[in-house]
């Protein structure tokens, strides 16, 4: 026996009128309408919905029969949810449904072999190494997964590799000449970007996050990024940290701070309005 979680979302109704609660019941996207908009806050209406999905947050067991598509939207990935970020959240279902739940999601979980497994990833070796190298990832997770919940005895994605004939990406560094001649031809607030990323070893999210009050006069203290419009924390633990300005970024930083006095103390400063 397992217990089967899920949290659902709520969202707005297509006409803006009520608050909408999404869920999953026997493999199947369902709805609860709960309440209206004027009369209900958001957390309310999550309160509301967090007690309608009690009764079918229940222990249940997992039928040896089930189809890796069922496994990976019933199991899988609601358990992940709960650890990893939105943008992996994204990024994972999306290459998972994609490539894996396409081939194999009427399949029995039981069923498919190493060699099944392998076959599959060779059949993609017409793309990067790296998607390709993500796909094994996924498969040895989902099976690990599988064996501990006891639906099989072992894990058939465990010897899986990624085919030779994936290709690499190459990639073109910056010369010294490049860096002197970009610094020479951008715009302040371009430049300045450039240097946060070639100098500082920003991120673009982390460049484009920072905040006034996140800085000092001689570094910066990286606590946020932005993804896909909304303000996040950085990618990993290791990512927060404070980073130090060289004298050329303190002139280039101070010049655009002089030249954006409207820039509230919390705004992101480099986006632009």
């Not at 069922?70 to 994972?92: A, C, G, H, I």
Request: proline share 3%; glycine share 4%; hydrophobic share 35%.
């Amino acid at each position: 026996m397992r217990k089967r979680y899920q949290q659902g979302s709520v969202t707005r109704s297509s006409d803006g009128r009520y608050w909408i609660g999404k869920y999953r019941e026997d493999g199947r996207h369902k709805t609860k309408l709960l309440g209206r908009i004027r009369e209900i806050t958001k957390s309310e209406a999550q309160e509301k919905f967090a007690e309608f999905l009690k009764p079918l947050n229940v222990e249940e067991k997992i039928s040896s029969d089930v189809t890796l598509r069922s496994f990976v939207d019933d199991v899988y990935f609601p358990y992940y949810q709960r650890k990893w970020k939105e943008s992996t959240l994204m990024t994972n279902r999306d290459r998972v449904q994609r490539d894996i739940i396409s081939e194999f999601g009427n399949q029995k979980l039981r069923a498919l072999t190493r060699d099944d497994l392998q076959e599959f990833l060779d059949s993609k070796s017409s793309l990067s190494f790296s998607h390709v190298d993500h796909l094994r990832w996924d498969l040895r997770q989902i099976f690990e997964m599988a064996v501990t919940e006891g639906i099989i005895n072992r894990n058939p994605a465990a010897l899986l590799f990624t085919p030779r004939g994936c290709s690499r990406p190459k990639h073109r560094t910056m010369s010294a000449d490049n860096v002197k001649l970009a610094v020479t031809v951008l715009d302040l607030r371009e430049r300045l970007i450039f240097k946060l990323a070639v100098f500082v070893g920003l991120r673009p999210g982390e460049i484009f996050a920072l905040r006034r009050e996140r800085l000092s006069e001689n570094t910066a203290d990286i606590q946020e990024r932005i993804y896909r419009g909304k303000l996040d924390t950085p990618k990993t633990q290791r990512s927060i940290r404070v980073v130090a300005f060289s004298a050329s970024v303190r002139e280039d930083l101070g010049n655009w701070l002089a030249e954006s006095p409207n820039c509230s103390k919390a705004g992101c400063f480099l986006q632009r309005s």
